[in-house]
């Protein structure tokens, strides 16, 4: 996740589970991500679940939940994030719609890279 040759750790990968140090602003970028996702008109409300595999709800509570996140660790350096599989895989698919699905105009400042 983050530049500069710096990478993200993971920390266990087990079946359903997989956990992940992130920095505060690691968590930050993602959540302004999902939130560009969830908030692109480039995507309709019936395709979203199609290219996504989720409601775009679910996009905002996931977002919701990293905040949750780095609000708790504010005071860490760095926060141990435990996500399901499915969680996984909504957050790949979202950083694959922004890679490769939806333009977002000045994408690096609004993501705050």
Same mark, same amino acid.
């Given at each position: 996740?983050?530049?500069?040759?710096?990478?993200v750790n993971f920390i266990k990968f087990a079946e359903n589970i997989c956990e992940i140090k992130f920095t505060n602003q !690691? *968590?930050?970028?993602?959540?302004?991500?999902?939130?560009?996702?969830?908030?692109?008109?480039?995507?309709?409300?019936?395709? %979203?679940?199609?290219?996504?595999?989720?409601?775009?709800?679910?996009?905002?509570? %996931?977002?919701?939940?990293? *905040?949750?996140?780095?609000?708790?660790?504010?005071?860490?350096?760095?926060?141990?994030?435990? %996500?399901?599989?499915? !969680?996984?895989?909504?957050?790949?698919?979202?950083?694959?719609?922004?890679?490769?699905?939806?333009?977002?105009? !000045? %994408?690096?400042?609004?993501?705050?890279?």
């Open positions: 996740m983050k530049q500069g040759g710096q990478k !690691d *968590l930050k970028i993602l959540m302004n991500a999902l939130n560009e996702v969830y908030e692109t008109q480039a995507i309709s409300n019936w395709e %979203f679940p199609i290219r996504l595999n989720v409601e775009r709800e679910k996009v905002r509570e %996931f977002s919701n939940l990293l *905040l949750q996140l780095e609000m708790a660790g504010k005071e860490k350096e760095e926060v141990d994030v435990k %996500f399901s599989s499915d !969680d996984v895989r909504l957050l790949n698919n979202a950083l694959n719609e922004i890679c490769h699905g939806i333009r977002v105009l !000045d %994408f690096e400042s609004k993501i705050g890279s």
